[in-house]
């Protein structure tokens, strides 16, 4: 994102700071709120705007060897309503389950009790629920955007988000190796505590000090 700030707006690389936003700590011992989900499933959090690529993660669903669910989590809007009418029209109800407007207790539980995180953005500017999902034990598979190599380095095994092939492959090969599973999940462990938002506050406040100075 600095990058495309800085080729759009043809800033100085001095002229852009970045900070990096972190997870909630929280505990592992929760409380399933609600109708509990069956297991076992993949999960995808977030919106469901066009670049979230959501589409294709859904197509892809079909190309697995192993026919597996995937529960999709978002919020409600007009985008939201249109991917409910992709999936009854591509018969994809067997294998999604759209889950909207949930607390943030059950979506904690969501993560906690995924099989895998799958993250198929074209663009994002951060990836949290990739975090998230780390935080909670679960691995992650992800576009090979920029952003998330940046972020998430070698705790998430990455697709080519453009090739439904692709992303069918990378989930079916995670799903086939235990131990491809479990090394993602220490990496990934690891990974979270290397963000805090206190040293974003920190380094945020830092700039607006520095800007005051000039």
């Given amino acids: 994102v600095k990058e ?26 929760i409380t399933v709120i609600g109708t509990p989900v069956k297991e076992p499933y993949l999960l995808y959090v977030g919106n469901l705007y066009p670049h979230k690529n ?3 993660m859904a197509k ?21 309503t249109k991917f409910e009418n992709f999936v009854k029209k591509e018969k994809l109800n067997e294998l999604i389950e ?6 943030d207790q059950e979506l904690s539980v969501l993560y906690k009790n995924a099989t895998l995180f799958v993250f198929p953005s074209l663009s ?9 999902a780390m935080q909670q034990g679960t691995p992650v598979v992800c576009s090979d955007t920029p952003v998330f190599k940046e972020i998430y380095k070698d705790a998430a095994l990455y697709f080519d988000p453009k090739d439904e092939k692709d992303i069918a492959a990378k989930i079916d090969e995670i799903l086939a190796s235990e131990k491809i599973k479990k090394d ?5 462990s690891k990974l979270v505590k290397q963000f805090s938002w206190s040293k974003m ?14």
């Fill in 4 to 29: 495309e700030l800085m080729k759009r707006f043809k800033l100085t690389n001095d002229k852009v700071e970045v900070t990096y936003e972190a997870t909630y700590p929280n505990s592992r011992n």
């Fill in 54 to 56: 959501v589409y294709r």
């Fill in 60 to 80: 892809a669903l079909k190309l697995l060897k192993s026919k597996t669910r995937m529960v999709v989590a978002s919020s409600r809007n007009a985008f939201s």
């Fill in 98 to 103: 759209i889950k909207i407007g949930i607390s």
């Fill in 124 to 132: 994002e500017g951060f990836g949290l629920p990739g975090l998230e």
């Fill in 184 to 188: 993602l999940i220490a990496r990934g």
């Fill in 201 to 214: 506050a920190e380094e945020t406040l830092k700039v607006y000090e520095d800007s005051a100075r000039v």
